[in-house]
């Protein structure tokens, strides 16, 4: 049971991490590290200009 908890509770952690991620990319210029040609229609929704 004890595990079940942590593996979900990591699993949220992780989401939440990319869906941030995500967010960043979306409202920032191409990057050298992280250049993307074209972004998903999921992502581009995220952008808050």
Do not use: H
């Not at 049971?1 to 991620?21: G, T």
Request: hydrophobic letters at 40%; one cysteine or more; a positive charge.
């Amino acid at each position: 049971m004890e595990k079940k908890s942590l593996v979900n509770r990591a699993c949220k952690a992780i989401v939440a991490l990319s869906v941030k991620a995500a967010t960043k990319e979306a409202n920032s210029a191409c990057s050298f590290w992280s250049y993307q040609s074209k972004e998903p229609d999921a992502v581009k929704k995220l952008r808050k200009f």
